[in-house]
């Protein structure tokens, strides 16, 4: 029988994937779970994940969809239930007036990223990021043959993304501006003096809203109160906690729409029928769920900004959204990543290297608090303890 390869060499592999860094948070998560098949208690702060479970009207409305035979394919742009839906969510948060036929319906906010970023990006465009940011954005940009381009963010102004460096960097290339508010890894919350700055520095902007809803002090706001030159890339997974739902969706300018629908058509067919009718429960039922979890949150980081400074670690400005720290490690290391390694293996604590989300993030660790009161507390004590004695060894 004739082997199908007779080397490895004969199957050319892309070299933009080659070259491709893993997401490390990933990385992380996935050793932590190796260690736990092998009987550590692990303590699990490094991946961005609620712990509490999806919200009862939710998963009642899947099962009554499953109970009713909605099991099989949606249009490829979606529940026109879901989409009206989310229409109506943001004339109510935000004041905008949305058409259900701007939105479209994805497995979750990152294919609904991937696509915006495809039917918006030529090959050489580029795309303006704060540095840190969301570990993917720069990867997906590549990947797309197209640029990122960097402009950092400071620990001392909050990791805000100042739209004065912003407009010093863009240049005839420059296609689009990425924005994430509240962000992630930083938990910073754009104001809306800056967000309509940003909206009038004329490249289109994508907006990852991701993490709305979730903020603990002021207001969230949505690029579409200041500009109809944008997309929304948003989804379920962090508000609602439904992060294996695998339920976003796109908000385009109608022009993009049929471009959008092409893809989804091609590459996915469409989003998961069941998630989409427990999508509509969540916006329409699970407020009060919502609420209880932002104030749990929100006393968990307080716990964590306070542990992490008695500890040692830097935190000038408090985040005031999703549920991250990017914590100043530079007391303890100047290679996040090697030093993530050697907490999670020597304390049982999962963190998140600070290379992950850009150069200028070197020398911190993102902590996440999508935990328990009593997890972080297990958590933080393991890392005083280990990094007290690591200090006198």
Not at 19 to 46: N, T
Not at 211 to 226: A, N, P, Q, R, T
């Amino acid at each position: 029988m004739r082997k199908a390869y007779r080397n490895e060499e004969e199957v050319g592999m892309r070299k933009i994937v080659m070259d491709m860094p893993p997401f490390y948070a990933m990385e992380v998560f996935e050793r932590a779970q190796e260690l736990e098949r092998q009987g550590r208690s692990i303590i699990h702060m490094e991946v961005g994940e609620p712990d509490f479970p999806t919200p009862s009207c939710i998963k009642k409305a899947a099962e009554k969809a499953i109970g009713e035979g909605k099991t099989h394919y949606t249009a490829s742009v979606g529940l026109l239930e879901l989409r009206e839906a989310i229409a109506e969510y943001y004339l109510k948060k935000h004041g905008v007036f949305v058409s259900p036929n701007q939105v479209v319906v994805t497995d979750g906010s990152s294919p609904a990223l991937m696509i915006t970023f495809s039917v918006l990006l030529e090959t050489g465009d580029e795309v303006m990021l704060s540095d840190p940011h969301y570990a993917c954005y720069p990867n997906m940009v590549r990947f797309l043959g197209c640029v990122p381009v960097f402009v950092k963010v400071n620990e001392d102004d909050g990791f805000r993304f100042n739209p004065e460096n912003i407009k010093e960097k863009i240049s005839s290339k420059t296609k689009a501006i990425i924005i994430n508010s509240p962000a992630n890894p930083t938990g910073h919350v754009l104001d809306a003096q800056a967000m309509r700055e940003i909206a009038s520095l004329g490249p289109v902007v994508v907006s990852d809203e991701i993490y709305h809803g979730l903020v603990y002090e002021g207001k969230e706001h949505s690029i579409l109160e200041y500009t109809d030159n944008a997309f929304v890339a948003s989804g379920f997974s962090k508000q609602f906690a439904m992060t294996g739902w695998r339920l976003g969706y796109v908000i385009a300018p109608e022009k993009f729409v049929r471009p959008l629908q092409k893809l989804m058509q091609n590459f996915f067919i469409a989003a998961n029928t069941i998630s989409q009718w427990a999508g509509i429960a969540a916006i329409r039922e699970a407020g009060p769920d919502v609420k209880r979890m932002v104030e749990i949150f929100n006393k968990r980081r307080k716990l964590t900004i306070e542990c992490l400074r008695k500890i040692g670690f830097g935190v000038t400005v408090e985040p005031t959204g999703a549920f991250y720290v990017l914590a100043n490690a530079r007391k303890f290391t100047d290679d996040s990543l090697k030093f993530a390694f050697e907490l999670l293996e020597k304390t049982g604590v999962g963190v998140t290297p600070g290379i992950d989300f850009g150069r200028n993030a070197e020398g911190y660790v993102r902590f996440s608090y999508a935990n328990s009161i009593e997890n972080i507390s297990e958590g933080m004590d393991r890392l005083e303890q280990y990094l007290a004695s690591r200090e006198t060894s």
